[in-house]
């Protein structure tokens, strides 16, 4: 894996920072930290991410869009085609987790990243139930099965073609995007892990999670136990840069500030009204740190400027100049600590503009 890709990572965590939290700003109440159930369950990754279904399904994210019901029919309607399309109640699901480790064999590659699902169904009948409803759907879809360490392997794959896509109407533009798609993928593994947990992903992925369940190379203690350092969130997540991932010398702006990171954890949750989150980035040094934290610190600046220039009203620019009010950037020893703290109404115009 390059460095670009760890870059993409690390963009993605600092992007859900600013913009996920307002889909778990809501009061959590008493209720204590979920177990860390399918996260636990994960093989050996360089990163992981966790993520409490039952609650974001059934609590959280009817708390805030309660005061959006179009929003909120939006979401539920999203939630009724899933089941519709796959045969499968998304509410089952108790926790699901990511995790990814990156091929050194595979330099440039993306990384191959494996879900694990846990939840309150029977993994043989939902995997079942989710192939006929996708055949269903999808007459060329395919399914091999082999056998790994005594458990099932099911390998999905489509034999549909860009003539076919064309005889169902697809634009010249959209089968040729169609089949350069097929072309880049391989075939989708699933299994059964035990009577109640599924892993997905490529075959090697799968395969490792098989081996973790029977207790070979499992996800480290470090990587959960940063995934979980907040209790009671909802989203948690964890990981590590190591040091071959360095590749080329950093050139770019990004990568002149990031190239240093060894480490990322974060959460997103909520503490009575406000929504929260956190990022923690982990560099070499502490004079690394110091430089990291200070760049983000202006460009903060910066995009307070520019915000407060165009606000002035109640819609999607003034929440984000609020939200970058209540961010805050912090630097202690070798680690640049991001945080975002603000009323869960700071989220109801951008809710609104989706």
């Known amino acids: 894996m390059n460095r670009k890709s760890y870059f993409s990572l690390l963009a993605f965590a600092a992007t859900l920072l600013a913009a996920v939290v307002f889909v778990v700003g809501y ?6 930290a979920a177990p860390a159930g399918a996260l636990a369950s994960l093989p050996a990754s360089d990163f992981v991410l966790s993520v409490d279904v039952q609650r974001a399904l059934n609590d959280t994210l009817p708390a ?3 005061s ?12 009724e085609e899933f089941q519709r399309k796959t045969g499968v109640n998304p509410r089952v699901f108790d926790s699901v987790a990511v995790g990814g480790s990156f091929d050194p064999q595979r330099p440039g590659k ?18 079942e139930t989710a192939f006929a409803s996708a055949k269903a759907q999808e007459p060329r879809l395919q399914r091999e099965e082999q056998q790994y360490e005594g458990r099932r392997i099911f390998l999905l794959y489509s034999t549909r073609t860009q003539a076919d896509d064309a005889r169902d109407g697809k634009t010249v533009a959209e089968a040729e995007a169609r089949a350069k798609w ?35 190379n499992r996800v480290d203690e470090e990587l959960v136990r940063m995934a979980t350092e907040t209790p009671g969130a ?15 010398p950093a050139n770019g702006f990004i990568e002149k500030y990031f190239a240093s990171i060894r480490q990322f954890y974060g959460s997103f949750g909520a503490d009575g009204a406000d929504a929260r989150a956190s990022l923690n980035l982990r560099t070499e040094t502490a004079e690394q740190a110091n430089e990291l934290g200070q760049a983000l610190n202006g460009f903060k600046a910066l995009s307070a400027f520019g915000f407060s220039r165009s606000g002035g009203g109640a819609g999607p620019e003034d929440s984000l100049a609020d939200l970058l ?24 115009p951008l809710i609104k503009s989706f």
Request: proline share 3%; net charge positive; no cysteine.
């Open 27 to 32: 009061n959590e109440r008493t209720r204590a």
């Open 64 to 66: 805030v869009l309660a």
């Open 68 to 79: 959006n019901p179009a929003a909120l029919a939006k979401m539920n309607a999203k939630l």
């Open 110 to 127: 993306d990384s191959r990243a494996v879900v694990i699902a846990q939840g309150s169904f029977k993994s043989d009948e939902l995997l």
């Open 182 to 216: 097929r072309g880049r993928s391989e075939k989708m593994a699933v299994t059964a892990l035990d009577a109640n947990t599924i892993a997905i992903g490529e075959l090697d992925g799968v395969r490792a999670a098989i081996d973790a369940s029977l207790g070979r």
């Open 234 to 248: 909802i989203v948690g997540f964890g990981g590590r840069v190591p040091q071959n991932a360095a590749g080329k």
């Open 325 to 348: 009010k209540g961010l805050s950037i912090n630097t202690l020893g070798n680690e640049v600590q991001i945080s975002v703290r603000v009323p869960q109404t700071t989220f109801a």
